[in-house]
């Protein structure tokens, strides 16, 4: 006898008690994992989410991104545009996924398990997420080792290997994520307004020392390709696929937000503050300094800086790699606890923290940035596409107590939904055959999401079918 659908399966009412059973945690960190959060305990507002995602947007990545669009030969403007609309359009499906945490209380991956399924969310989206954040870990911690590398060997003559610098800045930052939200939310609200203080002392200092190639007028008329198709698609490609690679993990920062209005205010405001703010800096550092090296502090390192702005360099550095470090730990553990429940949220961060740590002294995979972005893409677009559709039809009607339940309404085939597990490795499979000119993480996102649209109408007409057919029958008879 196959498991019930949520459709099919009478309505468990999403008041009752949900209970996970894991390993002993520290009392000192938070205590929930993969379990609801009372609505009693649901009282964030606008700014904590605003400061989480302003951090989240504003870090080495970002600047490092600015950098090589200039390389590639983008100007100031295109550069600053393009990570703006690639960022704001990959954002719009997490507002929406975010949804989940504030109405019902769920981490991100549990909220997968009503789209694809219990097993599907847990060995398919939560691995897909880890493996994520693991990189993301790394790439951020390898960006930001880069910036301190570079001011030690131009301002102190210190040649350090930059493996070292990178696993003294990967542990260190792991002490957060484990302790959890609140830590990392306390952490959002006082380094997003010194970082910003920060980039105008440091942008200033750029201005007055480097010359007349370092002025405003000069950047802004930055002999770079204001219009071109190739790399805009190209960027475009590359940073939305990387912001479509937290939907899975949307809710983990919305479950303790009070209401819809302040979840869209504090999300949107700080995803476009946070993404402006970085690209600026980064563009302008990097073309400052002559639009050949994609380091944006190597730029103020060669301009023999005082101790006060080496200060500020580490500082923002520091912060940077902190804030946006937490965040890939805090959701990798999330998604690792998810299919591994019984290590509970604490010991899965740990395990993460190690594994992330570990890659984070090889900062070669820099190198393979936009192929590494095309590929998570081609994964996540297609979880996208169908998240999205399954959002319109169900989400206002997920029962809450079957997301934890084997064999319930959720367990679909096995654990898995048939159709929209199998279209996450079509969509992959796909994206070779996609020239980048088609924008192929959107195409595979609008392919997929219609495939699933197109099924679900399908299957609706053919039970309304089959239930006519019944009644037909029992009327003659």
């Not at 301190?148 to 493996?163: D, G, K, S, V, Y």
């Not at 990387?242 to 993990?249: A, H, R």
């Not at 990798?332 to 923290?353: I, Y």
């Not at 934890?404 to 939904?417: A, D, L, R, T």
Request: with cysteine; proline share 5%; net charge positive.
């Amino acid at each position: 006898m196959s498991a019930q659908t949520p459709e099919s399966k009478p309505h468990i009412h999403n008041n009752e008690p949900v209970t996970v059973t894991h390993l002993p945690q520290p009392k000192v960190c938070e205590g929930y994992g993969l379990q609801p959060i009372p609505r009693e305990s649901r009282t964030g507002g606008i700014w904590p989410l605003f400061n989480i995602f302003c951090n989240y947007f504003i870090n080495p990545g970002t600047l490092l991104t600015s950098g090589m669009m200039v390389v590639a030969g983008l100007s100031f403007q295109a550069t600053v545009i393009i990570q703006i609309i690639a960022a704001m359009t990959g954002t719009l499906p997490l507002v929406l996924f975010s949804r989940a945490g504030v109405r019902y209380g769920i981490p991100g991956q549990v909220f997968c398990r009503a789209v694809f399924g219990i097993r599907g969310s847990q060995w398919i989206t939560s691995t897909l997420r880890l493996l994520c954040s693991i990189y993301w870990f790394a790439f951020q911690t390898a960006a930001g080792a880069m910036a301190i590398e570079a001011i030690l060997r131009n301002c102190f003559e210190m040649n350090i290997p930059l493996w070292s610098v990178s696993l003294a800045f990967a542990i260190f930052q792991g002490v957060i994520a484990i302790i959890g939200y609140h830590y990392l939310k306390w952490l959002s609200v006082y380094t997003f307004p010194i970082k910003l203080i920060t980039f105008i002392f440091l942008i200033v200092f750029i201005i007055n020392h480097g010359g007349s190639a370092a002025s405003p007028a000069a950047v802004l008329q930055w002999p770079g390709i204001h219009w071109s198709w190739i790399l805009t698609a190209t960027w475009f490609n590359t940073i939305f696929g990387s912001c479509l690679s937290i939907v899975t993990d949307a809710s983990d920062f919305s479950r303790y937000t009070r209401s819809q209005r302040e979840l869209c205010l504090g999300l949107l405001s700080g995803c476009i503050t946070g993404i402006t703010v970085g690209s600026i800096f980064g563009a302008y550092a990097v073309i400052a300094g002559g639009g050949s090296n994609i380091n944006p502090f190597e730029t103020i390192s060669v301009l023999q800086p005082d101790a006060l702005i080496i200060l500020l360099i580490a500082l923002v550095v520091f912060l940077d790699n902190w804030t946006i470090n937490v965040i890939n730990l805090y959701t990798g553990g999330l998604s690792l606890c998810n299919t591994w429940e019984k290590l509970g949220r604490v010991w899965a961060t740990v395990l993460v923290t190690l594994i992330a740590s570990i890659l984070s002294c090889f900062p070669e995979m820099i190198n393979s940035y936009t192929h590494i972005m095309g590929a998570v893409g081609a994964l996540f677009a297609p979880i996208t596409g169908v998240m999205l559709v399954w959002y319109f039809y169900q989400f206002k009607q997920i029962q809450l107590p079957g997301l934890y339940q084997k064999g319930g309404c959720y367990w679909y085939n096995g654990g898995f939904n048939g159709l929209p597990c199998l279209l996450i490795p079509m969509g992959f499979l796909l994206q070779p055959f996609l020239p980048i000119v088609f924008l192929p993480t959107l195409l595979i996102m609008s392919f997929s999401g219609l495939v699933y649209c197109l099924y679900r109408v399908c299957r609706k007409q053919t039970r309304s079918r089959l239930l006519e057919s019944r009644s037909i029958c029992k009327t003659r008879q």
